[in-house]
């Protein structure tokens, strides 16, 4: 999986397009709909076919991952960025409220249309 979407997106996070550093976990793969098994049925909708399906996933650099899977952030079906700017979250995400209405560099996910869904 990891291997197979560096190739894909050329190394780089698909949000800041930073360039990965060979086995220094600088960018990592993150699943879109993540591997948990309370989401199979999620993926299975979504027409994932495993947990190493690269078209559920993108390049991250790792603090953006972190707040990925934190729910901090999301995107929509055009790859619009969406930062959780609630009352609550505001101190945790004010680092990434500069990505707010910026677009993914890389939308292969936008293939599958019930991703599409999931990724809003």
């Known amino acids: ?3 197979a979407a560096r ?6 996070c698909v949000v800041s397009g ?8 600088n960018v990592q793969a993150a699943h879109i709909l993540g591997i948990e098994s309370s989401l199979k049925l999620a993926r299975e909708e979504a027409g ?5 399906d690269t078209t559920n996933g993108m390049l ?11 729910y901090r952030w999301c995107m929509d079906e055009t790859g619009l960025i969406h930062v959780n700017t ?3 979250a ?5 680092e990434l409220a500069k990505w707010d209405g ?6 292969h996910w936008r293939s599958k249309p019930s991703l599409q869904r999931a990724a809003q």
């Open 86 to 88: 609630s009352t609550a």
């Open 60 to 70: 991250l650099e790792q603090s953006l991952h972190v707040a990925f899977d934190a």
């Open 48 to 52: 994932v076919l495993n947990e190493y």
């Open 7 to 12: 190739r894909r997106d050329d190394y780089k």
């Open 1 to 3: 999986f990891r291997d």
């Open 18 to 25: 930073t360039v990965s550093r060979d086995k220094t976990g």
């Open 90 to 94: 505001a101190g945790q995400n004010a």
């Open 102 to 107: 910026q677009k993914v560099q890389n939308t």
